[in-house]
């Protein structure tokens, strides 16, 4: 019976034979659009943050000792006319929620964008609820959305006391299409005389190769690699956001890293086809202690004086060392040796863990180690 691990290295070693050049026949060199290396500086989406109420609960919202929803409630109907004592308030239909937001670049008032609410208190589910008018600020303290209107989730809970049950997560869900901007934040691009190009991941191969790229594009030097994360670009008077489409668009070539990223938790190993190990040779094995203690009751003997019962602990140890599992590995030696080598051994997901940080500890993996 293969364990999970077998599989997934069989899964990594399939991918990687059908990813070999030699199996698409195309060459080693990927060239992908500029728009998916590179990000626009300056161009980006903003957190948002607020403070709201969810009203219309089934007696799921906060409770009494959730202080600051009552004198929330208290406010929102002193503003409506209603004077009441914030103490008196004792409502479970109502909870108190932060709402998050993502404002998008170039977005103008009358933009509608979604929103996230998530309770603050102790209410048991936001189902059924609607979302009370929240202003939703930036992180300079200003207003640019507000957001309101009725909550949908991804789950519920039913039940109470002990006979219940909860699908996914009640307490938070989004409100669609429920904020609108209200502060203009969209950029003239008709103002700028240069603009600069981010480099998703940073190599100075690549951002050599999209300044080449626009540069023959332009017929001109208008752009120039700062560094292996910019690239500046100067912007001519006029039609500047044809000329970004356009620049966007080309087609560059990436040189990925060297990387393997491993997951002890699930098990899952990702290792490009680049990585190459240099001559090494592992040695694995396992050794298992195992302890068992029984407790036998003691008897004193038929008509005895000052006997007591009393138990007895009996302990065994049993020690299984398993003989020593080795690989070779020559050379420049290939993801597709190093997988079967491990396959051969039996590895599990925790002894390719250690296999790898003990091979990356020895000099011998030529590429990134990442555990995460």
Not at 93 to 98: P, R
């Amino acid at each position: 019976m293969r364990t999970g691990i077998h599989a997934v290295l069989e899964t990594l070693l399939l991918t990687v034979a059908l990813a070999s050049p030699s199996a698409l026949g195309q060459p080693n060199d990927h060239f992908v659009q500029i728009r998916d290396l590179a990000t626009i500086e300056g161009i980006r989406d903003n957190p948002l943050i607020g403070y709201g109420m969810v009203v219309g609960l089934n007696g799921t919202g906060d409770r009494r000792q959730t202080i600051f929803s009552t004198q929330t409630l208290g406010n929102i109907l002193l503003k409506m006319g209603v004077t009441i004592p914030a103490a008196a308030v004792s409502v479970k239909n109502v909870a108190a929620v932060f709402v998050t937001a993502s404002l998008p670049p170039f977005s103008r008032p009358g933009t509608q964008i979604d929103v996230t609410v998530s309770s603050i208190g102790d209410a048991t589910s936001l189902e059924g609820g609607t979302l009370l008018l929240a202003p939703l600020f930036a992180g300079d303290g200003q207003v640019y959305a507000e957001a309101q209107g009725p909550v949908t989730l991804g789950g519920y809970s039913a039940g109470k006391g002990g006979n219940t049950k909860q699908v996914n997560h009640p307490t938070a869900g989004r409100v669609p299409n429920g904020g609108l901007v209200e502060r203009d934040t969209s950029l003239d691009l008709r103002k700028l005389t240069t603009i600069a190009l981010l480099a998703r991941e940073p190599d100075f191969r690549t951002t050599r190769d999209m300044a080449m790229a626009i540069n023959h594009e332009v017929g001109g030097p208008a752009a120039t690699a700062i560094d292996g994360r910019r690239v500046e670009l100067s912007l001519p008077p006029a039609g500047v956001p044809e000329l970004l489409a356009r620049l966007l668009g080309l087609k560059v070539e990436i040189h990925p890293h060297a990387k393997v990223v491993v997951s002890e938790r699930t098990g899952t190993i990702v290792m490009g086809r680049d990585v190459r190990l240099t001559a090494v040779s592992i040695l694995h094995g396992d050794l298992t202690v195992e302890i068992s203690t029984e407790y036998q009751v003691s008897q004193p003997a038929p008509y005895s004086r000052g006997g007591v019962t009393t138990t007895v602990p009996d302990t065994q140890l049993d020690a299984k060392e398993e003989k020593v599992k080795h690989i070779a590995l020559g050379e420049g030696a290939s993801v597709e040796q190093l997988v079967t080598g491990l396959q051969a051994i039996g590895a599990s997901a925790r002894d390719v863990v250690a296999i790898l940080q003990a091979i990356k500890a020895a000099g011998a993996l030529q590429a990134d180690l990442e555990v995460i």
